[in-house]
């Protein structure tokens, strides 16, 4: 199948309980963390045609959010889903009156870094982001935070 040619490609809904499993063991075969069922309204799926083709999830802390493990199905990767995906998780997050977007990543600084955002010390980050799981206690310490303005 070719590579999304547009936003509309990928659509984007939230994990509902039947998705949750599948979800879990997507994020647990690529090595991020799983707190899917712990935080499901936070959490996407990401398709295409109706195929799964990945998934990751949006925090919302007031004008501050937190980009949660984005991932794609590995056999879809280098089609340009990894965009479509994100651009569809952005625009989630300014609907719902995000500004800007932090993150952390162990494997994607490259990828987040040509996004338009931009390394920043893990202690610049917002004490509500900080406060998260992810910040506390399901990333690594060497993680790499970004950060990115949403206006």
């Given amino acids: 199948m070719d590579p999304p040619d547009d936003p509309d490609a990928v659509t984007l809904d939230r994990a ?3 998705d949750r499993d599948r979800l879990a063991a997507l994020l647990a075969s690529n090595g991020l963390p799983d707190d899917v069922r712990e935080a499901p309204g936070r959490f996407f799926l990401a398709r295409r045609d109706g195929r799964l083709v990945g998934g990751g999830g949006v925090e919302v802390h007031g004008t501050d959010g937190l ?3 984005v991932v794609v ?3 879809e990767r280098g089609r340009g889903y990894g965009t479509a995906l994100c651009d569809a998780l952005e625009a989630r997050a300014r609907e719902a009156g995000v500004t800007t977007l932090y993150l ?3 494997t994607a600084a490259g990828f ?3 996004r338009g955002y931009e390394t920043i010390p893990r202690t610049a980050a917002p004490p509500a982001v900080r406060g998260t799981p992810e910040f506390e206690t399901l990333c690594p310490d060497d993680a790499t935070c970004m950060r990115r303005r949403l206006d």
């Fill in 16 to 18: 509902d309980p039947d």
């Fill in 67 to 69: 980009l949660r493990s």
């Fill in 73 to 75: 199905v590995e056999s």
């Fill in 104 to 106: 952390l990543t162990t």
């Fill in 112 to 114: 987040f870094g040509e």
